[in-house]
Structures are given as structure tokens and as C-alpha cells.
């Protein structure tokens, strides 16, 4: 089963949409400061934004916490927490296996949902690429993806998102940042 994510840069300010979710019934009940960084052996041209995060390893911080190990390719790693002072010791160790470090990223990510709903809708701001919607619900997963897609705009046209429409390309994080241009495609997981 494939399941599609919307993840789509956004015109406006937090501040505009977070007023946008509140009006339409929606309120934050999740802030997090979310800290990644993938490491990778292999090269990522031409690959989709699933297929690049899906070869690297992923730190992730929230918070300013330890990292957690995330996606470990390295069955010899036997890690599952690096504390913040040893990150460089474990970049050491990925280096000495052929690993580099490809995405620093960091983000702020805000979570609105209402009496009802399935799923979240987020909001994250994304250091040096901006703000964007993204969401995903689990009742759509079954639908063929494009129905998926269809589904979750109108959804969140259903919350106020007029700007958003079935023609509305998502933006790929990972392959933004490898490539250093806005990358687009229909589907944020594919």
C-alpha cells in the first residue's frame, strides 16, 4: 500500500495560517523544534524525495534532546541514541564506515487538529526553504493515489486553504535541498 503526504510551500506567514486553522475550529496541540541529520553512502541523483530519505540514516533531535538513531543501515551500529556531546565521536565512526553527512536540517513544526479529525494538519517552518502545509489521513489510504491526493486537498480546502488546488505541486524537501532549487512533485512519501 502506498499512502500519499501533501507537503506544500505555503505564500504566506505562520502567524496568517495559524489565525486560517483557528477559525476553521482547528487548534495547535503540538509544537516541536526538530533537529535532522542524514548521513548516506550511496548517491541520491535521480532519486525520489522517499528514496533519498530512505538512504541515509536519520538523527533527529527534538527539542535540543539527544539524537535518536533513525533508519540505521548499519546492522554493526548497534545505537540507538547519540547524547548531543558525542555527536561528533559518531560522525567519526559513520565517516570511517563511508558515510557523510548529505542534510543538516531544522524546522519548527506546529500541529492543529479539531474533534473528529484523523490526522493533523502541520505546519513546519523549514530553515532556509520556508513554511508548508503537510498532511497525510489514514482513511484515504486504501483509495487509489491520486484520489488520495484529491482527497487530502480538499480536506485541507475544507480548512481554509484556498490557495491549494488538485494542479498544486508539493515541494520535496530532501531533493530541494540536494539539488539547491525547489523540487516539486505529487507526493511528499513517494
Do not use: A
Not at 495547535?28 to 523544534?33: L, S, W
Not at 493533523?120 to 484515504?140: A, F, H, R, T, W
Not at 493515489?145 to 524537501?173: A, H, P, V, W
Amino acid at each position: 500500500m502506498k499512502i500519499v503526504e501533501v507537503g506544500i510551500k505555503l505564500s504566506k506567514d505562520y502567524s496568517f495560517y495559524e489565525n486560517l486553522l483557528k477559525n476553521n475550529g482547528l487548534n495547535n496541540d503540538f509544537n516541536v523544534k526538530t533537529h535532522d541529520i542524514y548521513y548516506t553512502n550511496k548517491n541520491l541523483d535521480n532519486l525520489s524525495e522517499n528514496e533519498m530519505k530512505n538512504s541515509c540514516i536519520r538523527l533527529r533531535s527534538c527539542n535540543d534532546s539527544s539524537f535518536k538513531v533513525q533508519n540505521n543501515l548499519i546492522k554493526e551500529l548497534n545505537i540507538n541514541e547519540v547524547p548531543l556531546d558525542k555527536l561528533t565521536d559518531f560522525e567519526k565512526r559513520l565517516y570511517e564506515l563511508g558515510y557523510k553527512k548529505i542534510f543538516d536540517t531544522l524546522k519548527y513544526d506546529h500541529h492543529y487538529y479539531k474533534d473528529g479529525m484523523n490526522s493533523k494538519v502541520q505546519l513546519q517552518e523549514i530553515e532556509d526553504i520556508g513554511l508548508l502545509v503537510y498532511y497525510d489521513n489514514s482513511i484515504y489510504y486504501e483509495l487509489p493515489l491520486e484520489e488520495q491526493r484529491k482527497s487530502l486537498i480538499d480536506e485541507l480546502k475544507s480548512y481554509g486553504f484556498d490557495e491549494i488546488n488538485y494542479n498544486t505541486l508539493g515541494l520535496d524537501k530532501l531533493r530541494t535541498l540536494y539539488y539547491k532549487k525547489e523540487c516539486y512533485s505529487k507526493n511528499q512519501n513517494g
